[in-house]
């Protein structure tokens, strides 16, 4: 079946650095979308993707849409404390109402 | 603005109990769904429904069944519980978006979540 692979599994970052993760399919995906996870709390949307090539952002997150329609990265810029959770990305394609779903990036920052 | 809410948040259960699940969306949304998450595996889909009155299966639909009688609710039931359902489980409901007769738009809002463990 389909499979997104999303990398890091983790990462322990220093407040103030920058931070990008990213995801890759072997299918082609129509939308691709990312959520964030706080601990104890449902998935919340952060950005959504429709157009290969799309570069959106959402505050000091930035997402694309990667050009073979295969992939997607989410940096984050000068993180913060409450940028700490677990992000999933999200694909789908045309359709289809599953998406599939990567393992997520738990973010973790330094004190 | 609810939102989808999840009932209960907890649930102890010994293995071979049953137990349901609620969900409920205000949002008006056609399509519902029910997820488990375990760590590290990310979030696997167990049914999902494109209407009142109908229902499918996802990934891993064994030992679960789904009911969607009203729009605004999708409930998923544990007949004989295993210890291999202790996970952590979430509803989500979408905002759907069609063009050309193809589905655009799938956004998917999720509950808070229920963990249940079964003993």
């Known amino acids: 079946g389909q499979q997104l692979n999303q990398s890091p599994q983790s990462m322990f970052i220093q407040e103030g650095e920058d931070v990008s993760m990213n995801c890759t399919s072997s299918?082609?995906?129509?939308?691709w979308l990312w959520y964030k996870q706080d601990p104890g709390e449902g998935p919340v949307l952060l950005i959504a993707l429709y157009k290969a090539g799309e570069l959106t952002s959402n505050g000091r997150l930035t997402a694309q849409f990667g050009i073979t329609r295969k992939d997607s990265f989410l940096n984050i810029s000068a993180s913060i404390p409450s940028d700490v959770g677990i992000y999933f990305c999200?694909?789908?394609?045309?359709?289809?109402?599953?998406?599939?779903w990567g393992a997520g990036t738990k973010l973790i920052i330094k004190p | 603005n609810a939102g989808v809410t999840q009932t209960p948040k907890f649930r102890v259960l010994k293995t071979g109990q049953s137990m349901t699940l609620l969900c409920a969306q205000d949002m008006n949304h056609e399509y519902m769904y029910w997820y488990r998450q375990d760590p590290g595996m990310g979030l696997r889909l167990i049914h999902y429904s494109v209407g009142e009155g109908t229902t499918a299966k996802g990934e891993v639909p064994d030992g679960y069944n789904v009911s969607r009688l009203k729009k605004q609710n999708f409930l998923l039931g544990l007949e004989s519980a295993a210890p291999s359902q202790t996970s952590v489980y979430f509803c989500?409901?979408?905002?759907?978006?069609?063009?050309?007769?193809?589905?655009?738009?799938?956004?998917?809002?999720f509950g808070a979540g229920t963990r249940l463990s079964v003993l």
């Open positions: 989500a409901s979408s905002y759907t978006a069609f063009a050309r007769g193809k589905l655009a738009k799938n956004i998917q809002y």
């Open positions: 999200a694909g789908q394609v045309d359709s289809n109402y599953q998406l599939i």
């Open positions: 299918s082609i995906f129509n939308t």
